[in-house]
């Protein structure tokens, strides 16, 4: 066997051990009996369990698939990213993506939190969890359609104008972002909201945020055959790729839609989470190298296996609730990521 | 024998942005059976003819057709049945092996959701073979020399197998006997069947294996024909200017070639 199919065995068996052992540890553990017969009853296969122990395993269950999901959609969205790109640093966010989807949720936040009109805001009660993600996906889509149509007016996308539009509109939407924020500064509960969104989280994830993230993924793998080989001869170059006959400008859109929707779907559930985009993709290109078919396979797994670990792992360690995902993934990952540069300088500056 | 148009151009002319006219009505005709080789000074158009040849740009004005059809409306994997360009250098290398990345020429023959087969293997193996790089197929194309980068260039065109070719200066890192084979099997490739265009500033080789030489000067054809009619003092020193020497001498197969030498002095 190949080290990329070892690789892909070895990350799709720790996906099977990490979901029931995600639901199994927590403020109350669960034997993995429990955690079985629960998440069957989930889906209507089975008896529920006693008591609180079925709303737990429910919980648990649908974070750790949201959980699986968002990791894998962020890995794959970010490989894609980068194969257009041609650039190891380049993420979804480059697109937009992050910062729209800050700006849409902040928006929601605050017209759920006073700012709306008092009817509005009654009909809304109990809805923020659907509401706050749908206004971010309409944010992050909202973001990334405006940097595409500036960048590319007749649909030609030229790729540093493309980057540098990213750019600009990133920097628009921070600063209406930080108004936002400033402006709300008084009125601690939407501040507070505001900011915790910005953190990303997991909590009280129901059956429709795991789906949505679902979705998102499985448009981003449905794309894969059709730009996998053609990143790899994008390579050598546009004009190089075309001569070849790759439709290049077809490659591009459907690569970076298929990214930009994932990663939007995915951020608008889960809020920001930051470097699995970045980090995922660069260390399995220095595992199993640049070919894109591998690589775009296995960056959904290891970003699924990256998150969950990482939720995991933290739970396990301090306790629910304490730290959100995002914050740990920002923890962990910035120091992983200089390890990465440092240790393997030589080979990430040939690229 | 010279056949039918395999590709054809007609009034080409393009000017990029800043009003810089590279290229001012240029007819061009890429036969079967024929190497036709285009010279000409820096700057005189010959990589942005070679461009809108291939279908990578669109001329401002002018007509380009492959296989009858306008080169722009073909499908981009169907063009690369028609055409082949053998790039004088790539903008980036890929990390991969000298094999998989002369597997690219195969693209346009997939078959859609289809990896390469054992057919196109063999399709690419044969063209290694024939420009002398089937030792390097294992090597990783960032290691090797330019001289033998360009050779596997030619032979991913090859394993292209369009009938038209399009090269660009592909003797420009190679040693004088890689020189050589270059041109031979670029004029073997014009006798089985397809066609050629090289663009080079290698007069020499132009003299002894172009079936027909066009001048390029200023976005214009301005000489056209047989390498006796065109590798001349007459034709050539307006566009070159006086520091060359020129002679003659004999050739493979009888008769004698020109010869056109850059040299100081009298």
Same mark, same amino acid.
């Given at each position: 066997?190949?080290?990329?199919?070892?690789?892909?065995?070895?990350?799709?068996?720790?996906?099977?051990?990490?979901?029931?052992?995600?639901?199994?540890?927590?403020?109350?553990?669960?034997?993995?009996?429990?955690?079985?017969?629960?998440?069957?009853?989930?889906?209507?296969?089975?008896?529920?369990?006693?008591?609180?122990?079925?709303?737990?395993?429910?919980?648990?269950?649908?974070?750790?698939?949201?959980?699986?999901?968002?990791?894998?959609?962020?890995?794959?969205?970010?490989?894609?990213?980068?194969?257009?790109?041609?650039?190891?640093?380049?993420?979804?966010?480059?697109?937009?993506?992050?910062?729209?989807?800050?700006?849409?949720?902040?928006?929601?936040?605050?017209?759920?939190?006073?700012?709306?009109?008092?009817?509005?805001?009654?009909?809304?009660?109990?809805?923020?969890?659907?509401?706050?993600?749908?206004?971010?996906?309409?944010?992050?889509?909202?973001?990334?359609?405006?940097?595409?149509?500036?960048?590319?007016?007749?649909?030609?996308?030229?790729?540093?104008?493309?980057?540098?539009?990213?750019?600009?509109?990133?920097?628009?939407?921070?600063?209406?972002?930080?108004?936002?924020?400033?402006?709300?500064?008084?009125?601690?509960?939407?501040?507070?909201?505001?900011?915790?969104?910005?953190?990303?989280?997991?909590?009280?994830?129901?059956?429709?945020?795991?789906?949505?993230?679902?979705?998102?993924?499985?448009?981003?793998?449905?794309?894969?055959?059709?730009?996998?080989?053609?990143?790899?001869?994008?390579?050598?170059?546009?004009?190089?790729?075309?001569?070849?006959?790759?439709?290049?400008?077809?490659?591009?859109?459907?690569?970076?839609?298929?990214?930009?929707?994932?990663?939007?779907?995915?951020?608008?559930?889960?809020?920001?989470?930051?470097?699995?985009?970045?980090?995922?993709?660069?260390?399995?290109?220095?595992?199993?190298?640049?070919?894109?078919?591998?690589?775009?396979?296995?960056?959904?797994?290891?970003?699924?296996?990256?998150?969950?670990?990482?939720?995991?792992?933290?739970?396990?360690?301090?306790?629910?609730?304490?730290?959100?995902?995002?914050?740990?993934?920002?923890?962990?990952?910035?120091?992983?990521?200089?390890?990465?540069?440092?240790?393997?300088?030589?080979?990430?500056?040939?690229? | 024998?010279?056949?039918?148009?395999?590709?054809?151009?007609?009034?080409?002319?393009?000017?990029?942005?800043?009003?810089?006219?590279?290229?001012?009505?240029?007819?061009?005709?890429?036969?079967?059976?024929?190497?036709?080789?285009?010279?000409?000074?820096?700057?005189?158009?010959?990589?942005?003819?070679?461009?809108?040849?291939?279908?990578?740009?669109?001329?401002?004005? #002018?007509?380009? *057709?492959?296989?009858?059809?306008?080169? !722009? /409306? %073909?499908?981009?994997?169907? &063009? +690369?049945?028609? $055409?082949?360009?053998?790039?004088?250098?790539?903008?980036?290398?890929?990390?991969?092996?000298?094999?998989?990345?002369?597997?690219?020429?195969?693209?346009?023959?997939?078959?859609?959701?289809?990896?390469?087969?054992?057919?196109?293997?063999?399709?690419?193996?044969?063209?290694?073979?024939?420009?002398?790089?089937?030792?390097?197929?294992?090597?990783?194309?960032?290691?090797?020399? #330019?001289?033998? *980068?360009?050779?596997?260039?030619?032979? !991913? /065109? %090859?394993?292209?197998?369009? &009938? +038209?070719?399009? $090269?660009?200066?592909?003797?420009?890192?190679?040693?004088?006997?890689?020189?050589?084979?270059?041109?031979?099997?670029?004029?073997?490739?014009?006798?089985?069947?397809?066609?050629?265009?090289?663009?080079?500033?290698?007069?020499?080789?132009?003299?002894?294996?172009?079936?027909?030489?066009?001048?390029?000067?200023?976005?214009?054809?301005?000489?056209?024909?047989?390498?006796?009619?065109?590798?001349? *003092?007459?034709?050539?020193?307006?566009?070159?200017?006086?520091?060359?020497?020129?002679?003659?001498?004999? $050739?493979?197969?009888?008769?004698?070639?020109?010869?056109?030498?850059?040299?100081?002095?009298?």
């Amino acid at each position: 066997m190949s080290r990329a199919t070892w690789i892909g065995v070895a990350l799709a068996a720790a996906l099977v051990v990490g979901v029931p052992a995600s639901i199994a540890v927590g403020t109350a553990d669960l034997a993995l009996g429990e955690v079985a017969r629960g998440v069957l009853a989930t889906f209507g296969l089975g008896e529920p369990l006693e008591g609180a122990a079925q709303t737990i395993v429910a919980l648990r269950t649908w974070r750790a698939l949201t959980a699986a999901a968002v990791g894998g959609s962020l890995a794959l969205s970010g490989a894609l990213v980068q194969g257009v790109f041609r650039n190891p640093l380049a993420a979804p966010s480059l697109l937009g993506v992050t910062g729209g989807a800050s700006l849409g949720a902040a928006l929601a936040i605050l017209a759920l939190g006073g700012f709306a009109p008092r009817g509005v805001i009654e009909q809304a009660q109990g809805l923020a969890t659907v509401i706050v993600p749908a206004a971010s996906f309409a944010g992050a889509l909202g973001a990334v359609m405006f940097v595409a149509v500036l960048a590319a007016p007749r649909g030609r996308l030229s790729t540093p104008t493309l980057l540098l539009t990213g750019i600009a509109v990133n920097m628009c939407v921070a600063g209406i972002f930080a108004a936002v924020q400033s402006l709300t500064l008084r009125d601690w509960e939407v501040s507070r909201a505001i900011l915790a969104w910005t953190f990303g989280t997991l909590d009280d994830r129901s059956r429709l945020h795991a789906l949505t993230a679902g979705a998102g993924l499985a448009l981003a793998l449905g794309v894969v055959p059709l730009v996998a080989r053609e990143l790899d001869l994008l390579a050598g170059g546009e004009a190089d790729a075309a001569a070849l006959g790759v439709d290049v400008p077809r490659v591009r859109l459907t690569a970076l839609a298929a990214a930009a929707l994932s990663a939007a779907l995915a951020v608008a559930v889960a809020g920001q989470i930051a470097f699995i985009g970045l980090v995922v993709p660069h260390v399995l290109r220095l595992a199993v190298g640049p070919a894109h078919g591998r690589l775009l396979a296995l960056a959904p797994l290891a970003g699924a296996v990256f998150l969950l670990g990482a939720d995991l792992a933290q739970r396990a360690a301090l306790g629910e609730g304490v730290l959100q995902p995002g914050v740990t993934m920002s923890l962990v990952g910035g120091p992983f990521f200089l390890f990465l540069l440092i240790r393997h300088r030589r080979e990430v500056g040939a690229w | 024998m010279v056949g039918a148009a395999l590709l054809e151009g007609r009034g080409v002319a393009h000017v990029y942005p800043g009003d810089v006219r590279a290229l001012d009505g240029v007819d061009v005709l890429v036969r079967e059976g024929e190497l036709l080789v285009v010279i000409g000074p820096n700057g005189s158009g010959k990589s942005t003819l070679l461009r809108a040849l291939a279908g990578l740009l669109v001329p401002t004005r #002018g007509d380009v *057709r492959a296989g009858g059809d306008p080169v !722009r /409306a %073909l499908d981009p994997r169907e &063009r +690369a049945r028609r $055409v082949a360009v053998v790039p004088q250098y790539l903008p980036a290398l890929p990390e991969v092996s000298v094999e998989a990345f002369a597997l690219g020429g195969r693209y346009a023959w997939l078959r859609p959701w289809r990896g390469p087969d054992a057919r196109d293997l063999e399709h690419v193996r044969a063209a290694l073979e024939s420009c002398d790089a089937l030792d390097l197929a294992a090597r990783d194309m960032r290691e090797l020399s #330019g001289g033998q *980068r360009q050779r596997v260039l030619v032979a !991913r /065109a %090859l394993a292209q197998e369009a &009938r +038209a070719v399009l $090269v660009d200066e592909p003797t420009s890192s190679l040693d004088p006997e890689h020189q050589v084979r270059t041109f031979e099997l670029l004029a073997q490739l014009a006798c089985d069947g397809r066609g050629a265009l090289v663009v080079t500033h290698d007069l020499n080789l132009a003299s002894q294996f172009a079936d027909r030489v066009a001048l390029l000067d200023g976005g214009r054809v301005v000489a056209e024909g047989r390498v006796a009619e065109v590798l001349t *003092r007459d034709v050539l020193e307006p566009v070159y200017g006086r520091h060359l020497h020129y002679g003659e001498l004999p $050739v493979v197969g009888g008769g004698a070639r020109p010869f056109v030498l850059p040299w100081r002095g009298r």
